[in-house]
């Protein structure tokens, strides 16, 4: 099996400010705060897992207004264009209460080289939040529904010049797509079929050639699938047995990094972390003028 070739270069937002201040998903209770310190040495720890496997973790610092901003994987998609040039679409975040983040992180991609567009900002347009979309098999598989607008799909499809592969997302404890879906290599991937509507997930299923499936109830208490890979290591806040034969059956080795205090706040490893790698025409075929494909 082809390894995944990007999730070797991350970006990533150190918890300086992170806290519960108000509650946009099921997780969220102000009353129940993360402990700082903890939360700092558990993604210190992350980070230095990442590194020591071989990827390349790019801080970003945090607003003191911003504390979500910890999240990075809904700053923005980034990819490097066939001409090695790199290139974001910046996250247009549903709730205004994450906005100001791209305030900060799109003059910061700039500043590093990449160029910076949006399909929608400052609460107008179509809303995207880049933790729904992943690159597999060549597509953008992208959720929609809790966060990330049906529009956005065609805006990415056209400006990217790629196949985007819709899917409803319907349960409210996993309002993103990376909550529900970690692709492994080219024909493996973690799956929770109980985040989409019935359509999204027969079309999930039949897009992953090997699917790993996740019950509703392992994707809500353990966060598996907001993991990250990296080369044949999956980096995991925790991981079922049966997870774990299966992984460990196919070859891969898993690593279990406790980021619990970052749980409270709705999100796990791969939300911490943004792979800025993709490369249109390597891992996502160039479509002239884009296409959308949505479950029928």
Request: glycine share 8%; net charge negative.
């Amino acid at each position: 099996m082809e390894q995944l070739q990007w999730g070797r270069r991350y970006v990533a937002v150190e918890p300086a400010h992170f806290r519960v201040d108000y509650v946009i998903n099921p997780f969220m209770d102000p009353a129940v705060q993360p402990d700082p310190e903890r939360a700092m040495a558990q993604w210190r720890t992350m980070v230095a897992t990442l590194e020591r496997l071989g990827a390349t973790v790019d801080v970003l610092p945090q607003r003191p207004d911003a504390p979500d901003m910890v999240y990075a994987m809904n700053l923005g998609l980034g990819l490097v264009r066939e001409d090695g040039s790199r290139h974001v679409v910046m996250s247009h975040m549903r709730y205004a209460e994450r906005r100001m983040e791209t305030l900060s992180a799109a003059p910061w991609f700039a500043a590093g080289g990449a160029t910076t567009s949006y399909v929608g900002r400052d609460g107008v347009g179509a809303h995207l939040e880049a933790g729904d979309a992943f690159a597999f098999r060549g597509d953008l598989v992208v959720g929609y529904g809790p966060r990330t607008e049906e529009l956005a799909l065609k805006h990415l499809a056209t400006e990217l010049g790629v196949r985007v592969r819709g899917l409803r997302i319907t349960h409210p404890g996993m309002y993103h797509l990376d909550l529900a879906f970690c692709p492994l290599d080219d024909r493996r991937a973690l799956v929770c079929p109980a985040a989409l509507d019935d359509a999204s997930a027969a079309a999930l299923l039949d897009l992953v050639p090997e699917p790993l499936v996740l019950t509703e109830e392992e994707a809500l208490t353990t966060f598996c699938a907001n993991s990250v890979v990296v080369g044949r290591t999956v980096v995991m806040p925790a991981c079922p047995d049966h997870v774990r034969a299966q992984l460990e059956a196919w070859g891969f080795e898993v690593v279990v990094v406790d980021v619990s205090e970052f749980h409270k706040g709705g999100g796990s490893i791969r939300c911490l972390t943004n792979p800025v790698d993709l490369t249109l025409g390597r891992d996502l075929a160039v479509v002239p003028g884009g296409e959308v494909l949505l479950p029928a």
